[in-house]
């Protein structure tokens, strides 16, 4: 028969795509597949070994999540170096995780607004962070847009500490 946590697991990674899918990329060797959508609390790695098989409708399989933030309509990135994935979150990080062990590494905090997109070459970390600004009300109408912030930064990544310019 059917494991039944696995098919648990499968509902619970599908049900995270739901909300719509706002990024995709695979790993340097093409086995996993790393994926952000909105509203989601993690960025989903699926084994791309056992891609979905449409005559018997089983999802591909979900391997691990990476906490995150992104319990919002906005785009948060993220980004792959080797074994590393560096993710945009909307409480003004970014989180660096170990993709073979699942583990946090590091976070970069204190950041001015939420992280949108992540790039990383060698040991430079940028950011683009940003939001928009609603009208506050009560009322259920919709409300208008008052403003926009944002910013692109550069972090230099040393292994005691971190140095960012603004640009």
Same mark, same amino acid.
């Given at each position: 028969g059917?494991?039944?946590?696995?098919?648990?697991?499968?509902?619970w990674? &599908?049900s995270? %795509? =739901?909300?719509g899918?706002?990024?995709?990329?695979?790993?340097?060797?093409g086995? $996993?597949?790393?994926? !952000?959508?909105r509203k989601?609390?993690?960025?989903? &790695?699926?084994? %791309? =070994?056992?891609?979905?098989?449409?005559?018997a409708?089983?999802?591909?399989?979900? $391997?691990?999540?990476? !906490?995150?933030?992104?319990s919002?309509?906005?785009?948060m990135?993220?980004?792959?170096?080797?074994?590393?994935?560096?993710?945009?979150?909307?409480d003004?990080?970014?989180?660096?995780?170990d993709?073979r062990?699942g583990?946090?590494?590091?976070?970069?905090?204190h950041?001015?607004?939420?992280?949108?997109?992540?790039g990383?070459y060698?040991?430079?970390?940028v950011?683009?962070?940003?939001?928009?600004v609603?009208e506050?009300?009560?009322?259920?109408?919709?409300?208008?847009?008052?403003?926009?912030?944002?910013?692109?930064?550069?972090y230099?990544?040393n292994e005691?500490k971190?140095?960012?310019?603004?640009a």
């Amino acid at each position: 028969g059917e494991n039944i946590f696995s098919a648990a697991k499968a509902k619970w990674f &599908q049900s995270r %795509v =739901r909300t719509g899918v706002t990024q995709l990329e695979f790993c340097r060797e093409g086995d $996993y597949l790393f994926s !952000a959508s909105r509203k989601s609390d993690a960025v989903l &790695q699926w084994d %791309v =070994r056992m891609m979905s098989n449409l005559a018997a409708s089983k999802p591909m399989g979900g $391997y691990k999540t990476y !906490a995150c933030n992104h319990s919002s309509n906005q785009r948060m990135g993220f980004t792959l170096q080797d074994d590393k994935l560096y993710v945009g979150d909307r409480d003004k990080s970014v989180k660096i995780y170990d993709t073979r062990t699942g583990n946090l590494l590091k976070t970069l905090e204190h950041l001015d607004h939420a992280v949108s997109g992540v790039g990383v070459y060698n040991n430079y970390v940028v950011v683009s962070q940003g939001e928009r600004v609603w009208e506050e009300t009560d009322s259920e109408e919709a409300t208008r847009m008052i403003g926009a912030q944002g910013s692109i930064q550069l972090y230099q990544m040393n292994e005691n500490k971190s140095n960012n310019t603004d640009a």
